[in-house]
């Protein structure tokens, strides 16, 4: 088999390949007989058909189609692997005609793995980040922890206002809103964010028993009715407030577990902002040139992330673009700038890996493993059974591996020795 490869840009490649007459006969012999096996020709049993007979039957381009859907596909990925190229997408193939004893030629266009020029990335240096809780912090966690078990009591006739309850009636709805019903009664927080931001800008100064309407954003009206307004009452800052709530023993004891889990999450954002920090650096020093292809994938992949996380909170793709006012056009543009940047740190750490030969452990993959089974709540043996199939598994050591190597990279960029 002959093969000349040509790039047309940096991550495309073009494949030109040649069948010799030999292989191409043999080619359609299998074809032939593949055809007898699916076609009836009267006074034959199916499959005992003479191939010359077959061959008039269904015609010389049904042969020939059948001959390239056979040697076409094996031929390419052979074709690829004597080329020495790593395609990230499936090829467009264009077959050129053939005659019997001829050559068959084809012509296949790839995307490839694109080439990651990374700069000096053992140069890279940042300040390391010294997480801090103060007093006020701790005073706030506390106050947070209280206003999460307050109790609500009728404000009377005061007026609503932010950081209260209302209870109010849907009386009419004109037009659609999201999670709103007419006849329903619901419990709004003023200012909680729960619901559309009109509606809860209007409960700002309402008495129980008024009725008013608003117009939201989408353009709906709400009638509503206000059937009560309620205040929170925080509960006393006790040591039984304390043993109840925090399962410590008093509030020293609940100000001491606040400082330990607010230290833990300011250690987690400085180190996510670590990383943050490392990885523009590193791709303001990388040439990563895409093809368009990958990022139309990857594109796809972030519409269907939130599909997903719409689902899960009860709104469709569909209903989210009505009331955003957008088109799947303008959402897709939108995500590309994410998709471009998502694929170049991907690339960029997939070729520090190789350079720093950085691979996950048996161990490591192993854990992964049954943290996945244990987030999704399944059997790890069924898990890792999942994880084996369509290449999940070497998504998941690919996602090892680049975090390997952004562990290692923060740890060059601080200073860290290794």
Known sequence: MKVDVRKEAPSRAVLEVELP?????????RALARLNQRVEI???????APKTLLERHVGTGTVHEEAVNLLVPDAYTQAVRQAGVRPISQPEIRVDPFEDGKPLRFVATVDLVPDV?????????????EPTVTDADVDAGIEDLRARHARLESAGERPAATGDYVMLRIAQLDGTAERLVTGKDYLVEVGGGAYPAELEAALVGKLRGQQDSVTLAGGATVKFDVMDVRGRILPELTDEFAKTVGGADSVEGLRAAQRSRLQGGAQERARQEEEQRVVDALLQGASIELPASLVDHEVLHLVADLAESLSRRGITLQRYLQVQEKTDVQLRDELRPTAERRLRTQLALDEVARAESLQPTQEEIDREAENVARGSQQDPAQVREWLAQDGRMDSLIAALRRRKALAALVAIARGDPR
């Open 42 to 48: 009267p006074g034959f049993r199916r499959g005992k």
């Open 117 to 129: 020029k990374l700069g000096d990335y053992k140069a890279l240096r940042i300040t390391p980040i």
């Open 21 to 29: 007459p030999d292989v191409v006969s043999q080619g359609k012999e």
